[in-house]
Structure formats: structure tokens, C-alpha cells
RNA sequence: GGGUUGGUGGUCUAGUCUGGUUAUGACACCUCCUUGACAUGGAGGAGGCCGGCAGUUCAAAUCUGCCCCAACCCA
């Protein structure tokens, strides 16, 4: 599709320049190519809200932005199709929508991106200056991937967009971080942090991830220097050797009898030979080794904890690249791995090691480069978070998770918040902390916000002298944000979140956009994004920025297998759209219940591709079958009145399930009954009834309709047939005459008898299946038909659609014996009633051990019952109970015994002769 | 290791929160049919007892417990 993509406008292909028409079939690659362009062009999705607009009848979805550099997935695909699908709905429904759209180049992909493409280095370049080449480098990129989303046909407001780089994020950014840091909520502290020493920065907790790795167990003899107990030596099992020169400390549980004589004795480190003290502390894991374990500064999370429970001392042996200091004596210079070979050899030599086995465990790595993490103690911001759990999770309470369940997730998160959020990273590009220190008494010094954004390596700080101490000499902070410090801001961005100078106060360009009403996000990547956004947020705004947040399961392959490079089995979009109308596509897309992850299957597709098909013939045959605008006549005719309520109460129903983002099942509704109820049934009819000015009404009430339900799902077969048929282009504008700028319908209040209307069609169904099982065309006359069962006002649509000559409708139960087939019992009332009897009263009608009291016939053929309800008697004798005529009802077997064929459906008999 | 979610005919799935006894639809399969748009259409048929076990109940796909399997999140 990118190949094709540009050379498609210059096809002169002539269904391309065409006025939209119903002539011929439906060509989707020409029209759907054709109204993308035009929707974009003429502006048809563009926001053009005012700040008083009331913010209830502005539907804004706050779009998490995709990084640029990549290519389309199919993640994107169903995402924002999803969107679009709430986009376009709401559009119809409630007036104005914000759909934009977001640009994240903000990150290491597109530094990479940049570096590659220029062939440069990021070093060589003043931050701000590099990140203008990562705008200039992006923006190819940018408009690759506007280019593809464009051909996916969202109504994507194609002037309201943004980029994470560009210079007004920036400043939000930074504002964000001031404002957090004068409400108190940041502060810069010296203290251990994850860090990876591959990119040589402190990452945050939800960075890294667990990676099963091979590893030894090392046993290691340690020797007690003290005098206090027998023994002359412990054994201690670690897997990670190379530590032992950081080692401060030894630790016991204090439950562990075996081990309490070690309590309070000093251990001496092999090789190192520095002391230790041995304590005690029930955090040690009993189960594993010995039981004795060695603390180091660090070696993992429970060594934090131990070295600030117990103030130990701190002993660096591993430096910011993971290499050995000098703490590590001759093993220094050596990279971590290289020391712990080096080291087990010398304590193998020395006759310390004791034993040493392979293992597999689960190793924290840095979720970017796969790289193990270490502990380190640095400077560094933090967010302060951990004081505020229980705002969040009151926060998080008040908004809408479609799916529910992921609320749950949310909760999980902020109670198993254990570290405040770690927002500085030691990396060379990315937004800067506007921030100096005093050189002399290290007081913070930051920027002020009417000059931001400010970069502190190239620009001044604010003020010529510390306020604190006079000193005029300051050191610019080189640390940036942690990208999700920024991408966690979209709905301020997309609001226009700003300070203002003259009111010394924030302020948002729209305003009635925040709260937004939508947030959507893949399911993978909510803690990441999703929470750290309604945290942030709601620190600014003391409010949620969300009313509801829809989280999208993952597209599959066909097997249900998870997508990816390596498995081969990854699906590109463009190879879809390459097969495939795109509103098929979308037609899949609606498949599966929000929140599920759900495979890609053609054969969803093919499915898509014949509703179009459908939609399109059925357009062709209703435009033969009645002008386009007819009057509306006084009376409806039953039939008619029949199909415009059946109508209603999809409309009710579908915009219900719209507005729930219950796409799914709008979906397999609308295409039920426009598919089974209005072509296989109505058309049908109509077909008989063409000069009617009734039907001619209904039809096309019902046509339009259809056109406005769908337009959601396929924006661009509806588009094209309203244009052709119904739009009028007078004025030449698309915005105002678009179906996608229509009002979505109204339910008018149809009244009609939706029962003799069903039964009216099972009769239908039933000379159907007659002509079917007869092998006759179903275009066959039949001679004379009799129908026993309500189908007032319906018969001429019988007679006509089922070419019967001869149609009487009888008043009374036709010439039929009977005899009891089986007795139905309603347990949900007989159950409560009866309890344990129910079993009894069971066997009794089963063994025939029963009898139907007749005797007060209550039935009467005035009361209007159809052939086929079952006789009520007024009480069933069985087991030595008397059970109520509404407790059960008779099923009869029938036998017609006067002329022709009896054919029974669920509540009508009918009679061919 | 903890948590979440799911396991329904060959495939994908509705129904499970609010238990009621013939379990929904689509695709695939088989049979038949050119009805004034659509044979890329229409009519009909076969196919499941709802992951397993136990329990609660008059009644369980639906509630409870345990187990198995899968995915995801967290550690």
C-alpha cells in the first residue's frame, strides 16, 4: 500500500473522478481512496470548539502518541479504528469531537533514528541543537506514517497534532515539573536507584522486568573472626561472587537455631579479608543455602533495605559501567562478569569454594537493552508518589474502565507502589531539568516559567546569585526527564496546559476539553502510560483527566499466537489493505469484546467484504423501488409500521451499546437485522409492494437510517451510497454534507404489533422451507394457503411475497386432533414452590402417572389464542399435588385430518391445500 | 512465587455478574433453490452438554472449592 499509496492519484482511473453513484458494483479501492482525500481536504473531522462550549456536548479522546520512527502494526490499526469507531459515533450523537493526533519522537528510538540517518553523534551537538536534526530527521517519518493512517480512513483531525519533541511540549513539560516541585511534591535525594549500567542511567521500577538466566550457585566459606562461638567458619551461598568485596554485613534469621551462635560474631570476607558484623533480621529467606546470606551494597532490593534498617556502611565495588573500583583490589578494571570468574577461581584456589552448581533464575534486567540491573547510590529527582496512593486510588474509582475488570489492575498497581517515581535519567538528549545548583551551597536554583523551555547547559539561570548564600558561580542540572515524565501529560498537552504570566496562573487554551471523555490504550503498556498519566494529571488539575479509559486487547495471528518478529508470524497492515476494503477491515476490527485480545482472520474479512457487498446491491434494489424522498403517508400500513418499529428498537439499542463502546455487539446487532429482518424478510415483501406509498416511505426511512447506523463501522461504502443517493451537494460543502456530520438517529416512536409481525414472518419462514423441502423455486405460486394464528394486517405480505393465490386467515383452530406430547413445567416457579417434590412431580408426568384436570375449561376461542399455545387446563394432578395452570403448559401433538398439508411454527398453523 | 483474565460444536464467539432445564451467531461442511439488488445470493441439515473433579441447590455453562491448561500483569 505505501508503494501504491502515491501513484493512486494520478490513475486518472475513471471510477476515481466519477460523481458518486449505485451504477455498477461497489469498486471500494477507487472510493475509499477517494473519500479520505476528500475528508481530509475539506476538513470534515475538524475541531472547532470555542472554550464556553459546554464540555458536556464536546467528546475529546485523549490519543496516546505513537512512536513515528517504527512502522504501522497492526496495533495501531485496531486501536485506532477502535477510537475511531467512539470518534464517529459520538461526532453523529453529541456534536463536537476532538480526535488528534500525537507524534512521539521524544525517545531513544528516534535519537537512534537520527544518528543513523545523518550519520552523526548526538554528542557533537548542543542538546537543543540535536534535537532540532530529530525533528528534521522525524519529519519524513512523520509524514510516512500520516500518510498510513490517513489510509486507514479515522476521522483524525488532521490539524489538531502534536510532537513530543517539538518546543510547546517541551515547555509543558517543564512547567509540569516546576509546578510539582513548588507544591512540594519533587525533591533530589542522594539514594540507592535501579541502574543500568549499559546505558549508564537510573531507571525507575517499572522499567525493568524479570529474565529467566543460567547462573551458579556459588557456597563460600566465610571465617569468624570473633571468639564467641565454636565454630571456626560459616558457608554462605550467593550467585553473585563478585560482590564480596561489597559485602557488609552477614545476616541470620532469628529463628534459625542452627545458625543463632553466629549472632553478634564478626565474619572476615575471603580474599578481601575486610570484617563484618554478623545481626540478625527476619527478612533473611530460611529455605535457601544455609540460611546465611551476605548483605552488599548492593546486590539487590532486600541489601537496600538492610543497609538503611541497619546502618551499614557502604562499600562501592561496582562503578556507573559495571566495573570494578578499586574497592575490588587487584580485581579492579575488570567488568562484573570477568571478576566473578576471576574471583571463584582465586577462592576455588584458596579453598573457600565449596561447592558450585548451574542454576536458572529470574534476573532484573533494564526493560530497553535487556541488561542486568545493579543498585546504585546517585542524585537524583524523584516524584513523590507513596504518600498519595490513596488519592490515586479514589481518583482511579471515579472514572469508567471499559473493560471493568481493568480497574483491578490499576488498584494492584498503586498498592504495590513501593518506590517514589524516579523522573531524572543520566542520558545524554531528551528534555532537560531547568534547574542549577549553587556551587557553593548546592541550594536549587530553577528556571523561570515565562522562559521556558530552557536548556541548563546552554542557557543562564535566572538569577546572578544565589539567594541562599550570595554565590555567583552555578552548575547547570545535565539530567533530562524520563520520557514518561513527558508522555504522561498528553491530555494537558492536547488541552493546552499553560502558564500564564499575567494571572500568575495555569491555564488551558480549551478548556472544556479536560476532563477528556476517552482515553484508549493497548492493554501491554497501561502502567507504564495510562496510570503514571492519571497520577501526574491529577497532581496538575486536582481532578482525573479521563472520564473513561478503554483498554484494547492485542490483534493475534490466526492460530490465536502472539505476534512477533521472531515467530515470523507478524501481520503488516499494509498487506491487508492491499486485499482488503479498509471498512472490512474495520468490520474484523469490531469483532472482538473490548479488552480481548483476539486473532486476525481473513475470514472475518471476507465477511466484511460481502456486508458491503450487500449494503451496496440492497441500496440498488431500494432505489428501484421508491423515489428517493416520498411523503409521508398519514397511515402506515401494518407491515410497514411493522419494519419502522423493529427500526426504533435497534436504534435504541445501538446507541446504547455504542455509547457503552460495546462495538462488538452493535455490530452482530445491526448486521443481524439489516441483513435478516430488512433483506431477507422487508425487501422481500416490498418487492410486491413497489407503488405503495407506505412501503415506498418506509423503505427509505429505513435506508437512510441504515446508512446513518453503519456509517460508524464503515465510514466509507456509507459515504459513498449517502452522496449518490441522498446528500444534497448543492452547496458543494462536504462538512455539512457528509453523513458523518448527520445527527445519528432518533428512535420516532413507531408503534405497531412487533408479534403478529414475527408471526407473520415464521409463516413466511415456514412456506419457505415448504417451497425449499418441495424443491420448488421460491418464486412458485402456491393455490391456497390457510393460516390459523395472529397475523392481523399481515396477510397481503404473505400472499404477495410467497405468491399464494389464495390466502384465508381462519378464525378458529382449524380441523386438528390432538394428543398430549409432553407437559412443560416452569421451574422457576414450580421450583420455589415445590423444592424437592420437583424431582417427583418430574417422574410422575414422565411415567404418565398424571391427570389434567379439564373440567373448568377456562380456554375459550374469544380469548384469541393461536393454534399452536398449548391447551391450559386448570390443574395438573401429578404426585399427589395440584399444580396451577400457570405452572405448566401442554405441548400437543397435532394431526390435521381435512385436506392439504399442515405445517406448524412456534405460534401459527398453516395450511396448504 | 503472587495477581488478573479466559478455557463453550472443526474455527471464532454470545450467554456467566442478576442459576430455571430446547446453549447464540458467524465461518467451514452437507443437501436443495436463478425469487424483479446480491449464487460473493437464498432455504434447509448435520455438528457442542459448556477444561476436569467435588460441592451448594428442587435446578449450574452460570454460584463455591480444588486441580489442569493458556495468556497477560506484577515480583
Request: hydrophobic share 35%; glycine share 6%; proline share 5%.
Given at each position: 500500500?505505501?508503494?501504491?499509496?502515491?501513484?493512486?492519484?494520478?490513475?486518472?482511473?475513471?471510477?476515481?473522478?466519477?460523481?458518486?453513484?449505485?451504477?455498477?458494483?461497489?469498486?471500494p479501492?477507487?472510493?475509499?481512496?477517494?473519500?479520505q482525500d476528500?475528508?481530509?481536504?475539506?476538513?470534515?473531522?475538524?475541531?472547532?470548539?470555542?472554550?464556553?462550549?459546554?464540555?458536556?456536548?464536546?467528546?475529546?479522546?485523549?490519543?496516546?502518541?505513537?512512536?513515528?520512527?517504527?512502522?504501522?502494526?497492526?496495533?495501531?490499526?485496531?486501536?485506532?479504528?477502535?477510537?475511531?469507531?467512539?470518534?464517529?459515533?459520538?461526532?453523529?450523537?453529541?456534536g463536537?469531537?476532538?480526535?488528534?493526533?500525537?507524534?512521539?519522537?521524544?525517545?531513544?528510538?528516534?535519537?537512534?533514528?537520527?544518528?543513523?540517518?545523518?550519520?552523526?553523534?548526538?554528542?557533537?551537538?548542543?542538546?537543543?541543537?540535536?534535537?532540532?536534526?530529530?525533528?528534521?530527521?522525524?519529519?519524513?517519518?512523520?509524514?510516512?506514517?500520516?500518510?498510513?493512517?490517513?489510509?486507514?480512513?479515522?476521522s483524525?483531525?488532521?490539524?489538531?497534532?502534536?510532537?513530543?519533541i517539538?518546543?510547546?511540549?517541551?515547555?509543558?513539560?517543564?512547567?509540569?515539573?516546576?509546578?510539582?516541585?513548588?507544591?512540594?511534591?519533587?525533591?533530589?535525594?542522594?539514594?540507592?536507584?535501579?541502574?543500568?549500567?549499559?546505558?549508564e542511567?537510573?531507571?525507575?521500577?517499572?522499567?525493568?522486568?524479570?529474565?529467566?538466566?543460567?547462573?551458579?550457585?556459588?557456597?563460600?566459606?566465610?571465617?569468624?573472626?570473633?571468639?564467641?562461638?565454636?565454630?571456626?567458619?560459616?558457608?554462605?551461598?550467593?550467585?553473585?561472587?563478585?560482590?564480596?568485596?561489597?559485602?557488609?554485613?552477614?545476616?541470620?534469621?532469628?529463628?534459625?537455631?542452627?545458625?543463632?551462635?553466629?549472632?553478634?560474631?564478626?565474619?572476615?570476607?575471603?580474599?578481601?579479608?575486610?570484617?563484618?558484623?554478623?545481626?540478625?533480621?527476619?527478612?533473611?529467606?530460611?529455605?535457601?543455602?544455609?540460611?546465611?546470606?551476605?548483605?552488599?551494597t548492593?546486590?539487590?532490593?532486600?541489601d537496600?533495605?538492610?543497609?538503611?534498617?541497619?546502618?551499614?556502611?557502604?562499600?562501592?565495588?561496582?562503578?556507573?559501567?559495571?566495573?570494578?573500583?578499586?574497592?575490588?583490589?587487584?580485581?579492579?578494571?575488570m567488568?562484573?562478569?570477568?571478576?566473578?570468574?576471576?574471583?571463584?577461581?582465586?577462592?576455588?584456589d584458596e579453598?573457600?569454594?565449596?561447592?558450585?552448581?548451574?542454576?536458572?533464575?529470574?534476573v532484573q534486567?533494564?526493560?530497553?537493552?535487556?541488561?542486568?540491573?545493579?543498585?546504585?547510590?546517585?542524585?537524583?529527582?524523584?516524584?513523590?508518589?507513596?504518600?498519595?496512593?490513596?488519592?490515586?486510588?479514589?481518583?482511579?474509582?471515579?472514572?469508567?474502565?471499559?473493560?471493568?475488570k481493568?480497574?483491578?489492575?490499576?488498584?494492584?498497581?498503586?498498592e504495590g507502589l513501593?518506590?517514589?517515581?524516579?523522573?531524572?535519567?543520566?542520558?545524554?538528549?531528551?528534555?532537560?531539568?531547568?534547574?542549577?545548583?549553587?556551587?557553593?551551597?548546592?541550594?536549587?536554583?530553577?528556571?523561570?516559567?515565562?522562559?521556558?523551555?530552557?536548556?541548563?547547559?546552554?542557557?543562564?539561570?535566572?538569577?546572578d546569585?544565589?539567594?541562599?548564600?550570595?554565590?555567583?558561580?552555578?552548575?547547570p542540572?545535565?539530567d533530562?526527564?524520563?520520557?514518561?515524565?513527558?508522555?504522561?501529560?498528553?491530555?494537558?498537552?492536547?488541552?493546552?496546559?499553560?502558564?500564564?504570566?499575567?494571572?500568575?496562573?495555569?491555564?488551558?487554551?480549551?478548556?472544556?476539553?479536560?476532563?477528556?471523555?476517552?482515553?484508549?490504550?493497548?492493554?501491554?503498556?497501561?502502567?507504564?502510560?495510562?496510570?503514571?498519566?492519571?497520577?501526574?494529571?491529577?497532581?496538575?488539575?486536582?481532578?482525573?483527566?479521563?472520564?473513561?479509559?478503554?483498554?484494547?486487547?492485542?490483534?493475534?495471528?490466526?492460530n490465536?499466537?502472539?505476534?512477533?518478529?521472531?515467530?515470523?508470524?507478524?501481520?503488516?497492515?499494509d498487506?491487508?489493505?492491499?486485499?482488503?476494503?479498509?471498512?472490512?477491515?474495520?468490520?474484523?476490527?469490531?469483532?472482538?469484546?473490548?479488552?480481548?485480545?483476539?486473532?486476525?482472520?481473513?475470514?472475518?474479512?471476507?465477511?466484511?467484504?460481502?456486508?458491503?457487498?450487500?449494503?451496496?446491491n440492497?441500496?440498488?434494489?431500494?432505489?428501484?423501488?421508491?423515489?428517493?424522498?416520498?411523503?409521508?403517508?398519514?397511515?402506515?400500513?401494518?407491515?410497514?409500521?411493522?419494519?419502522?418499529?423493529?427500526l426504533?428498537?435497534?436504534?435504541?439499542?445501538?446507541?446504547?451499546?455504542?455509547?457503552?463502546?460495546?462495538?462488538?455487539?452493535?455490530?452482530?446487532?445491526?448486521?443481524?437485522?439489516?441483513?435478516?429482518?430488512?433483506?431477507?424478510?422487508?425487501?422481500?415483501?416490498?418487492?410486491?409492494?413497489?407503488?405503495?406509498?407506505?412501503?415506498?416511505?418506509?423503505?427509505?426511512t429505513?435506508?437512510?437510517?441504515?446508512?446513518?447506523?453503519?456509517?460508524?463501522?464503515?465510514?466509507?461504502?456509507?459515504e459513498?451510497?449517502?452522496?449518490?443517493?441522498?446528500?444534497?451537494?448543492?452547496?458543494?460543502?462536504?462538512?455539512?454534507?457528509?453523513i458523518?456530520?448527520?445527527?445519528?438517529?432518533?428512535?420516532?416512536?413507531?408503534?405497531?404489533?412487533?408479534?403478529?409481525?414475527?408471526?407473520?414472518?415464521?409463516?413466511?419462514?415456514?412456506?419457505?422451507?415448504?417451497?425449499?423441502?418441495?424443491?420448488?423455486?421460491?418464486?412458485?405460486?402456491?393455490?391456497?394457503?390457510?393460516?390459523?394464528?395472529?397475523?392481523?394486517?399481515?396477510?397481503?405480505?404473505?400472499?404477495?411475497?410467497?405468491?399464494?393465490?389464495?390466502?384465508?386467515?381462519?378464525?378458529?383452530?382449524?380441523?386438528?386432533?390432538?394428543?398430549?406430547?409432553?407437559?412443560d413445567?416452569?421451574?422457576?416457579?414450580?421450583?420455589?414452590?415445590?423444592?424437592?417434590?420437583?424431582?417427583?412431580?418430574d417422574?410422575?408426568i414422565?411415567?404418565?402417572?398424571?391427570?389434567?384436570?379439564?373440567?373448568?375449561?377456562?380456554?375459550?376461542?374469544?380469548?384469541?389464542?393461536?393454534?399452536?399455545?398449548?391447551?391450559?387446563?386448570?390443574?395438573?394432578?401429578?404426585?399427589?399435588?395440584e399444580?396451577?395452570?400457570?405452572?405448566?403448559?401442554?405441548?400437543?401433538?397435532?394431526?390435521?385430518?381435512?385436506?392439504?398439508?399442515?405445517?406448524?411454527?412456534?405460534?401459527?398453523?398453516?395450511?396448504?391445500?
Amino acid at each position: 500500500m505505501s508503494t501504491d499509496a502515491p501513484e493512486q492519484a494520478d490513475d486518472g482511473d475513471a471510477a476515481r473522478d466519477q460523481e458518486p453513484s449505485l451504477e455498477g458494483g461497489y469498486d471500494p479501492e477507487a472510493v475509499e481512496s477517494r473519500w479520505q482525500d476528500r475528508w481530509v481536504d475539506e476538513g470534515v473531522y475538524a475541531y472547532d470548539g470555542d472554550p464556553d462550549q459546554d464540555p458536556n456536548t464536546t467528546y475529546a479522546i485523549d490519543t496516546p502518541p505513537p512512536t513515528v520512527s517504527g512502522s504501522l502494526h497492526m496495533g495501531h490499526l485496531y486501536g485506532s479504528t477502535l477510537q475511531d469507531f467512539a470518534a464517529r459515533f459520538q461526532r453523529m450523537h453529541d456534536g463536537d469531537v476532538l480526535f488528534p493526533f500525537g507524534y512521539d519522537d521524544n525517545g531513544i528510538a528516534s535519537e537512534r533514528l537520527t544518528e543513523q540517518e545523518l550519520d552523526i553523534r548526538h554528542q557533537d551537538y548542543e542538546r537543543r541543537e540535536f534535537q532540532e536534526r530529530c525533528r528534521e530527521v522525524c519529519t519524513e517519518y512523520e509524514a510516512e506514517f500520516t500518510d498510513k493512517m490517513q489510509n486507514l480512513g479515522t476521522s483524525i483531525d488532521w490539524d489538531n497534532t502534536y510532537k513530543t519533541i517539538e518546543p510547546r511540549v517541551q515547555r509543558i513539560s517543564q512547567l509540569s515539573f516546576l509546578d510539582l516541585y513548588e507544591k512540594g511534591r519533587e525533591y533530589r535525594k542522594k539514594a540507592p536507584a535501579i541502574w543500568c549500567p549499559e546505558c549508564e542511567t537510573a531507571i525507575s521500577q517499572v522499567e525493568m522486568e524479570d529474565d529467566e538466566r543460567g547462573s551458579h550457585f556459588n557456597d563460600i566459606a566465610f571465617e569468624i573472626a570473633s571468639e564467641g562461638t565454636d565454630r571456626d567458619e560459616f558457608v554462605i551461598s550467593t550467585t553473585r561472587p563478585e560482590l564480596i568485596p561489597a559485602c557488609v554485613s552477614v545476616f541470620v534469621h532469628p529463628d534459625d537455631e542452627d545458625n543463632q551462635d553466629l549472632v553478634g560474631e564478626t565474619a572476615r570476607i575471603p580474599i578481601f579479608g575486610h570484617e563484618v558484623p554478623i545481626i540478625e533480621d527476619d527478612r533473611v529467606d530460611m529455605e535457601k543455602g544455609s540460611g546465611v546470606v551476605m548483605c552488599c551494597t548492593f546486590g539487590d532490593q532486600n541489601d537496600i533495605e538492610w543497609y538503611q534498617a541497619h546502618d551499614l556502611p557502604l562499600r562501592v565495588a561496582i562503578d556507573e559501567s559495571a566495573t570494578m573500583t578499586d574497592l575490588a583490589g587487584d580485581y579492579e578494571g575488570m567488568s562484573t562478569v570477568e571478576a566473578r570468574e576471576a574471583i571463584v577461581e582465586d577462592l576455588e584456589d584458596e579453598g573457600y569454594l565449596r561447592d558450585r552448581w548451574e542454576i536458572s533464575h529470574a534476573v532484573q534486567v533494564h526493560e530497553r537493552c535487556d541488561t542486568a540491573v545493579e543498585y546504585r547510590v546517585s542524585k537524583q529527582w524523584y516524584v513523590e508518589i507513596l504518600d498519595h496512593k490513596d488519592e490515586y486510588l479514589e481518583a482511579g474509582r471515579e472514572m469508567d474502565w471499559y473493560p471493568e475488570k481493568m480497574f483491578t489492575r490499576y488498584r494492584h498497581w498503586i498498592e504495590g507502589l513501593e518506590w517514589d517515581w524516579l523522573i531524572s535519567r543520566q542520558r545524554d538528549s531528551g528534555i532537560p531539568f531547568p534547574v542549577w545548583y549553587c556551587e557553593a551551597c548546592d541550594n536549587e536554583i530553577m528556571a523561570e516559567k515565562g522562559d521556558l523551555p530552557v536548556d541548563p547547559l546552554s542557557d543562564e539561570p535566572p538569577v546572578d546569585v544565589c539567594p541562599e548564600c550570595g554565590h555567583d558561580e552555578f552548575e547547570p542540572e545535565e539530567d533530562v526527564f524520563d520520557t514518561w515524565a513527558t508522555s504522561s501529560l498528553t491530555p494537558l498537552i492536547n488541552a493546552g496546559w499553560d502558564w500564564d504570566e499575567a494571572s500568575e496562573a495555569f491555564t488551558m487554551d480549551k478548556p472544556e476539553l479536560y476532563p477528556f471523555d476517552l482515553r484508549p490504550q493497548g492493554h501491554d503498556i497501561i502502567s507504564f502510560w495510562l496510570f503514571h498519566t492519571i497520577v501526574k494529571c491529577y497532581e496538575h488539575t486536582s481532578e482525573v483527566p479521563f472520564d473513561a479509559t478503554l483498554i484494547n486487547g492485542h490483534v493475534l495471528d490466526e492460530n490465536r499466537e502472539k505476534m512477533s518478529k521472531s515467530r515470523g508470524n507478524v501481520v503488516a497492515p499494509d498487506e491487508v489493505l492491499a486485499e482488503y476494503p479498509v471498512d472490512a477491515v474495520r468490520f474484523w476490527a469490531a469483532s472482538a469484546a473490548v479488552g480481548d485480545d483476539f486473532p486476525y482472520q481473513e475470514k472475518d474479512l471476507r465477511a466484511g467484504e460481502k456486508l458491503l457487498r450487500k449494503l451496496w446491491n440492497a441500496s440498488k434494489l431500494v432505489d428501484t423501488l421508491a423515489p428517493a424522498d416520498p411523503e409521508e403517508p398519514d397511515d402506515l400500513e401494518a407491515i410497514d409500521r411493522w419494519l419502522l418499529a423493529e427500526l426504533d428498537d435497534a436504534v435504541a439499542e445501538l446507541t446504547d451499546q455504542l455509547a457503552e463502546y460495546e462495538f462488538a455487539k452493535a455490530r452482530d446487532r445491526l448486521r443481524t437485522f439489516f441483513w435478516n429482518t430488512f433483506c431477507d424478510d422487508y425487501l422481500e415483501i416490498a418487492k410486491g409492494r413497489e407503488d405503495n406509498p407506505s412501503t415506498q416511505y418506509a423503505l427509505r426511512t429505513a435506508h437512510r437510517t441504515f446508512l446513518e447506523l453503519w456509517a460508524p463501522f464503515l465510514p466509507h461504502v456509507t459515504e459513498e451510497i449517502w452522496q449518490a443517493v441522498y446528500a444534497d451537494d448543492s452547496t458543494g460543502d462536504l462538512e455539512t454534507s457528509s453523513i458523518h456530520t448527520r445527527d445519528w438517529p432518533d428512535p420516532q416512536g413507531y408503534d405497531a404489533d412487533l408479534e403478529a409481525g414475527e408471526t407473520a414472518m415464521e409463516v413466511i419462514s415456514a412456506l419457505r422451507r415448504y417451497k425449499s423441502e418441495n424443491q420448488l423455486p421460491l418464486n412458485a405460486d402456491l393455490e391456497s394457503v390457510a393460516v390459523y394464528g395472529a397475523v392481523d394486517g399481515f396477510a397481503d405480505a404473505i400472499q404477495n411475497v410467497m405468491h399464494v393465490e389464495e390466502l384465508t386467515v381462519l378464525e378458529d383452530q382449524p380441523e386438528i386432533t390432538t394428543e398430549v406430547a409432553a407437559i412443560d413445567l416452569d421451574y422457576s416457579q414450580v421450583g420455589p414452590q415445590y423444592g424437592e417434590k420437583v424431582g417427583e412431580i418430574d417422574a410422575g408426568i414422565e411415567s404418565g402417572e398424571y391427570e389434567i384436570d379439564e373440567d373448568r375449561e377456562a380456554r375459550s376461542a374469544s380469548e384469541g389464542s393461536s393454534g399452536d399455545e398449548p391447551r391450559e387446563g386448570n390443574v395438573l394432578r401429578v404426585a399427589g399435588e395440584e399444580l396451577e395452570d400457570d405452572l405448566f403448559e401442554v405441548e400437543l401433538e397435532r394431526t390435521y385430518s381435512g385436506a392439504g398439508e399442515m405445517i406448524e411454527t412456534e405460534t401459527a398453523v398453516v395450511i396448504l391445500e
